[in-house]
């Protein structure tokens, strides 16, 4: 299918082309009948319109107007929204469609983390996601401990989200062609998927913390909240890396670093 337009590299726009591709990744969602599915980043159209021949209820998101113009003509029946996903409110989406949401799109690079974010932020009103990311992003998402490739988003995604490596993408399905390869993740939401005692955002304060100096032990790298409160560390943790740490026992130790220290100091 030939592009409408000319893409915008400031908006990441490596439109998806291969049909069977469309269909492999559409068909990594596992939305039940009847569930409501949003698309970000729907661009021309072309895993859209094989969304909207599976669900009945769908909204696609799209924050170029030319984009949502060609969208607009090729699926009429879908409910495309010009907006910004960094500022989509999922708490009202999903009371508006009659949530929890099923999330799928080809992530635009440059856009990853911040929606990983949102959505880790607003999980509650999520079921699942399906995002197409850098296959770099995808290894250090599901990355074990003491890896080259652990780090934040490994501990963030697996601590408040189940997720899975589900495929690789290549450059060739894509036009413009990334430099890149690119990956599907799906990220499973729900109560059994997250501590319901941990806000957030207090675990990403202590994670970034933690890796931003991931050759200091703990005791150095979270000392705003140990050495300068007088607050020691559960399990002699202080004395290992960041690297060391599971997904669970950051859990335990933002829950001591909690109840023990003042949430906020200056960092």
């Known amino acids: 299918m030939r592009i409408p337009f000319q893409p915008k590299q400031s908006l990441g726009q490596n439109f998806l082309q291969d049909p069977n591709m469309a269909e492999k990744i559409v068909g990594t969602l596992t939305a039940p009948l009847g569930a409501h599915v949003v698309e970000v980043g729907a661009g021309t159209g072309v895993l859209t319109e094989r969304l909207a021949q599976r669900h009945e209820t769908l909204t696609a998101i799209e924050i170029d107007e ?86 934040i988003l490994s501990v963030l995604l697996q601590l408040f989200a189940d997720p899975e490596k589900c495929f690789t993408v290549p450059p060739q399905v894509f036009s413009p062609q990334p430099d890149v390869t690119s990956a599907v993740v799906r990220l499973t939401f729900g109560p059994d998927a997250a501590p319901d005692d941990l806000p957030f955002d207090d675990v990403r304060r202590y994670v970034r913390a933690a890796f931003n100096q991931r050759r200091k032990m703990l005791r150095n790298s979270l000392s705003a909240w140990t050495k300068e409160q007088d607050v020691g560390f559960p399990n002699d943790w202080g004395r290992k890396r960041a690297e060391a740490l599971t997904p669970q026992e950051f859990a335990t130790l933002a829950r001591h670093l909690n109840a023990h220290a003042d949430p906020a100091p200056g960092v």
């Not at 409910?79 to 099923?102: I, M, N, S």
């Open 66 to 151: 030319r984009a949502v113009a060609a969208l607009r003509e090729r699926v009429p029946g879908v409910d495309v929204r010009t907006e910004d996903v960094r500022e989509t409110d999922w708490a009202a989406l999903a009371d508006a469609k009659g949530g929890p949401l099923h999330v799928i799109s080809n992530t635009p690079y440059y856009l990853t983390s911040p929606i990983l974010f949102a959505l880790l932020r607003q999980r509650q009103h999520l079921a699942e996601a399906v995002l197409t990311m850098q296959r770099e992003v995808a290894e250090r998402i599901v990355a074990e401990p003491r890896t080259k490739a652990y780090g």
